[in-house]
Nanobody, 117 residues
Framework: QVQLVESGGGLVQPGGSLRLSCAGSGFTFNNYVMSWYRQAPGKAREFVAI????????YYADSVEGRFTISRDNAQKTVDLQMNSVKSEDTAVYYC??????????WGQGTQVTVSS
């Protein structure tokens, strides 16, 4: 059974940091490109960051470039999102996604991040 389980969400003050983690199981993790998306209330889900199979390629949405860092550990089957200098507009449910080159994709259930003082 394929599973992607996010963790690490919560309440954080503006300017603070938070680290999200996503653990994969039931599929060959190191064959999949991994990414993070987010969805704020009343808005469409949007891309946040993506990392290639061997961590050689990483891309970020303009809104998080320089503040967020995506990383992966293929041995542990995890992908993390380090969030620094968070802003109120980073408040959203964060989802991880796994994509195989042929188009197969899996989504996690999401973890809530709330940025508020």
């Amino acid at each position: 059974q394929v599973q992607l389980v996010e963790s690490g969400g919560g309440l954080v003050q503006p300017g603070g940091s938070l680290r999200l983690s996503c653990a994969g199981s039931g599929f060959t993790f190191n064959n999949y490109v991994m990414s993070w998306y987010r969805q704020a209330p009343g808005k469409a889900r949007e891309f946040v960051a993506i990392i290639g199979i061997s961590s050689g390629s990483r891309y970020y949405a303009d809104s998080v470039e320089g503040r967020f860092t995506i990383s992966r550990d293929n041995a542990q089957k995890t992908v993390d999102l380090q969030m620094n200098s968070v802003k109120s507009e980073d408040t959203a449910v964060y989802y991880c996604k796994a994509v195989l080159s042929g188009g197969t994709e899996y989504w996690g259930q999401g973890t809530q991040v709330t940025v508020s003082s």
